[in-house]
């Protein structure tokens, strides 16, 4: 029998967090992330080196004795909802998350694992996986694919890590073609790849434990990013009722209105929800407990929804500011539904809920 999940913050989890908090105030506001969204450079490399590397954030998930800091995918979900209150670019969720874990799940023994594992922990280099961002934990993987489309932060990683017929490659990215992609979401860029034959390639596992390597990592993914959309939900949620006591219409605030206290206390009441499914997948996953993919289907399936909706509300009670460029809400609303498709839809997690519900059945 599994032990009960730890859904409260640890009081390390609550420092990394007002350390990270603190960074993302200092230097990516969203005033300046919609600054660099519009001039179609959304990364900060400045914040990026503060954060993986000052912080230590990079190697959350890496084992001390490979460069890391030994940590769990608890502390990288507290990270990634900083990153979803702030709407932040980085290749956090893709390199620090996706990719290293799908490494971790190779034999860490080999000189080419440690070695860029040790470098992705230390923020020197990073590195995606060339699968679409859409991909799913359950569904197919590309393949032998010759054209990816739909790779996220394939611009700016240094190393692409292919899935082949016979295994999984690590591609130096300057050796591939990668072409940029108009994505919904501004703050994180997709791209298509395509490696040639020519590419510089380093094999690092075979065919079936490369499989399960990115399957491994894509789990991880899909879990750790419903914090994300929590952290989002969270912000969304903050930012409408500030407005709304703010903002005064027939010589009263906005928020007294009945109706919009209803709208926001369901608004609420889903973050409440989705922060406790969203720490369940996290703990889940680094207790390595034989639930871990129930728990991150369940809170992929509710969390994606709830961010979209916090979203949405955000957008309609801030009435015309909301429409606006200038007011980041359209930046949250675009975060929010990119992620609704990503690492899996909804639907596709909730048709894994009823699979693994029902293989459990007795």
């Known amino acids: 029998m599994n032990a009960q999940p730890d859904l409260l913050y640890s009081?390390?989890?609550?420092?990394?967090?007002?350390?990270?908090?603190?960074?993302?105030?200092?230097?990516?506001?969203?005033?300046?992330?919609?600054?660099?969204?519009?001039?179609?450079?959304?990364?900060?490399?400045?914040?990026?080196?503060a954060l993986a590397g000052d912080i230590g954030a990079a190697g959350l998930l890496v084992p001390e004795k490979l460069g890391g800091h030994g940590a769990s995918h608890r502390e990288a979900a507290v990270v990634l909802e900083e990153l979803g209150r702030g709407v932040t670019p980085a290749p956090y969720l893709t390199s620090s998350v996706i990719a290293t874990e799908t490494l971790l799940a190779l034999?860490?023994?080999?000189?080419?694992?440690?070695?860029?594992?040790?470098?992705l922990a230390a923020g020197r280099r990073t590195a995606v996986l060339a699968?679409?961002?859409?991909?799913?934990?359950?569904?197919?993987?590309?393949?032998?694919?010759?054209?990816?489309t739909g790779v996220a932060d394939a611009a700016v990683a240094d190393v692409l890590l292919v899935l082949k017929s016979d295994g999984l490659y690590a591609v130096d990215r300057a050796s591939a073609n990668v072409e940029?992609?108009?994505?919904?979401d501004l703050t994180r860029p997709l791209a298509a790849v395509t490696v040639?034959?020519?590419?510089?390639?380093?094999?690092?596992?075979?065919?079936?434990?490369?499989?399960?390597?990115?399957?491994?990592?894509?789990?991880?993914?899909a879990g750790l990013l419903a914090s994300e959309q929590l952290g989002l939900a969270e912000w969304c949620l903050e930012e409408t009722v500030r407005h709304t006591r703010e903002r005064h219409q027939f010589n009263r605030p906005v928020g007294s209105f009945q109706a919009l206290k209803h709208r926001m206390?369901?608004?609420?009441?889903?973050?409440?929800?989705?922060?406790?499914?969203?720490?369940?997948?996290?703990?889940?996953?680094?207790?390595?407990?034989?639930?871990?993919p129930l728990a991150v289907a369940v809170a992929q399936a509710y969390s994606s929804r709830v961010a979209v909706h916090a979203a949405e509300e955000c957008v309609q009670l801030h009435a015309g500011i909301g429409m606006t460029w200038e007011h980041p809400a359209h930046l949250y609303l675009k975060r929010a539904k990119a992620d609704e498709v990503a690492l899996g839809t909804p639907g596709r997690h909730k048709?894994?809920?009823?699979?693994?519900?029902?293989?459990?059945?007795?």
């Open 11 to 49: 009081e390390a989890e609550d420092d990394l967090r007002a350390a990270v908090r603190s960074l993302l105030s200092d230097r990516g506001d969203t005033a300046a992330v919609l600054v660099r969204a519009e001039a179609g450079a959304p990364y900060d490399p400045e914040l990026w080196k």
């Open 196 to 221: 040639g034959d020519t590419a510089r390639a380093t094999l690092l596992a075979d065919t079936a434990t490369a499989e399960q390597a990115v399957r491994r990592g894509l789990l991880a993914g």
């Open 180 to 184: 940029a992609q108009t994505p919904l």
């Open 131 to 148: 699968v679409p961002l859409s991909a799913s934990p359950h569904g197919p993987l590309p393949v032998d694919a010759p054209r990816v």
């Open 265 to 292: 206390a369901q608004m609420w009441l889903e973050v409440v929800s989705a922060r406790a499914a969203a720490r369940n997948a996290a703990d889940a996953l680094a207790t390595g407990s034989l639930e871990a």
């Open 107 to 119: 034999d860490t023994e080999t000189a080419e694992v440690a070695e860029l594992l040790a470098a």
């Open 351 to 362: 048709e894994a809920l009823a699979e693994l519900v029902g293989l459990q059945a007795p």
